[in-house]
């Protein structure tokens, strides 16, 4: 496995990686017009006199890794909450697969196919982590009370299968062992890899991460890396809020650019880094 | 020999606080069991307790599937549980003020139909709020109902109560002549204090056999329920709401499941104490109640059936365990006020000493069934990973 070497190595042997998947990304974008999952148009929303998402305007294309960073208070997890459904918009329009999910309840837009993770891991007491694993999947039968006495041999398959799923993706991130531990008794930088897991097993065609390794050492930094980047590979589209610019940088292609709640600029990390106005941005506060 | 091994593997495979609790269980049944033989205990006064510790813990049953499973803060348990007394009543009693004289089956359905429309009208707006909201909301419902039913005489008789309520299998066809039809017995094992079986003591048997059917269905259903995927989405709501909704879960309509059950299960705690007493009156439904459920679930162990089983029948047992401690003449002052106090240091000693409840989950909650059924999947990989692994 792959995932194994590059634990070992210095981040700067990702690059390549890094290209490849720019590479991939770039031939889906010759392929006639985009794909694009995720749209997000004239998005507004303020907090009293604070106008936290002012207009703001971009897309997220099927297939790629998009990096959404800006300075503290740019509004990158407003646009998060606003988009998921956490937040209600004052205006604009927010689209899942070419359905319009503006003002949707969060179950409804994740019905779409459209899940999030949080900034800070989520902690499920009394659980293991097979158990927290096991929240993931969605339209389990044995969600509905009824059906757990009216067809309880469907509720243990389907359990019994989204068990094996959820063994079988710990395995893939290498956290297997740590199946029938107490969820809360893991590292944080473990507890950021079940959620990522977790969210795999929801099946999503879009999954938003908000800052996915902050906190987090080195090494597993590079296995998230790592891991975002082959289920990029498997069809997952990502979208990442962080404040790691290497990581970012490595990872995403595009980069989206906030500040001040309305879209500075997009492109290439490239592009995005000798910008003119990110710097200014970032080193010039908001002013 | 080997029935000796499997108990003693069966007793090794416990965790510590299921052995202390099985064995403070099974003391405490032997010093009944004393009594009982001995004359001390009336048999039939006996039953009556465990027909009042079954109804605690049906309504602890019914709280914990608020509060234990979706962390639910319901303060309005008396609320329900009258709701239950008071619909068994006024359906059954010929004495009732609005429809009487109805099956004692059909003032169930109709007692827990109204707990459930009950529970979804005061749902409808709270649930989608915080926590908080649900409680006070809870609290105010309860001296609602508590009110109507003291004020409102032309349907509920007022203070006076209702009376004349049948007892439960009058209707049936065998039942209903049992404690008549069996002899009346009297057993002496200790001269002088003969243990005396009669008439009574037939009907309160079959009193607790109504209230064991009801707590052994209810506790199957919460058992069922609480290791199901429906049961983890509630204990991932109580846990953190946000996370459930991201995932996909429609939570308002988890919490609103969970609270209607609960509230259906503290009712049916109700429609047995009408059926039991024979009278019901505003006094039952005092918020004290409330707040004695609260502390059998905590004392249980938030979140855990057998918690609250057990911690049910632990509150009646000092709230009537406390009447014979005047028995002793060595105890200088009258013990029986002293109950509100004991139940008050008691959970005051839990908070601090064991905040989890004496019987917290002691296990994951995956269906059995379900985890065989993922093992027999070929090959089942352990971590081996090549190099260093910093996790080990």
Known sequence: ?287 | MSLRNDAVDYWSDLTRAEQGVTGSIVLFAAVLLFGLVTGGLNPTYFLFLVGLAGMYALMSLGLNSQWGFSGLINFSVAAFFGIGAYGAALMTSDSSPLLGGFDPIFGLVVALSVAAVMAVLIGVPTLRLRADYLAIASLGLAEVVRLLVLNERQWTNGSGGVRGIPRFFDNWPVLSTFPEAMPGLEIVIIPGSPIELGTPFYQMVLNISLVVAFVAASYLVLRRAHRSPWGRVLRTIRSDEDLARALGKNTYSFKMQSFVLGSVIMALAGVFYAHLNLFVSPGDLNPITTFYVWVAVILGGSGSNRGALFGGVVVVTIREGTRFLNEFAWIPFDTAPLRLLLIGVLIVLIMKFRPQGLLPPQRELIWPDAIAGSETEPERHTNQRPGGDANE
């Open chain 1, 1 to 287: 496995m792959s995932d194994t070497e590059s634990l070992a190595d210095d981040s700067s042997t990702e690059t390549p990686a890094a290209e490849q998947s720019t590479a991939d990304a770039s031939t889906t974008d010759q392929s006639a017009e985009k794909d694009i999952v995720l749209e997000v148009e004239d998005l507004q929303k303020s907090f009293g006199g604070l106008v936290a998402t002012d207009h703001a305007t971009f897309e997220v294309e099927r297939g790629t890794i998009t990096g959404l960073i800006g300075p503290n208070g740019a509004g990158k997890s407003t646009i998060f909450n606003l988009i998921s459904g956490f937040y209600e918009a004052d205006g604009g329009s927010v689209t899942v697969n070419g359905t319009d999910v503006t003002n949707m309840e969060p179950y409804q837009v994740a019905d779409e196919g459209l899940i999030r993770t949080f900034q800070t891991p989520r902690k499920l007491e009394g659980m293991t982590v097979r158990e927290a694993m096991l929240i993931g999947p969605r339209n389990q039968p044995g969600e509905s009370f009824l059906t757990l006495f009216t067809d309880p041999d469907a509720v243990n398959e389907a359990e019994s299968a989204n068990l094996a799923d959820a063994q079988r993706i710990l395995e893939e991130f290498e956290i297997d062992h740590l199946a029938t531990q107490p969820a809360t008794d893991i590292s944080g930088g473990q507890m950021k890899l079940v959620e990522l897991a977790r969210a795999m097993l929801a099946e999503p065609e879009i999954l938003l991460l908000d800052e996915p390794v902050a906190g987090v050492n080195p090494t597993l930094r590079n296995t998230l890396a790592d891991q975002i980047r082959r289920l990029n590979e498997q069809g997952t589209t990502f979208l990442l809020i962080e404040h790691d610019m290497e990581f970012v940088m490595s990872l995403a292609d595009p980069v989206v650019v906030l500040n001040q709640g309305s879209v500075l600029m997009e492109g290439e990390p490239d592009e995005i880094q000798t910008d003119e106005r990110v710097i200014e941005a970032y080193l010039g506060g908001g002013t």
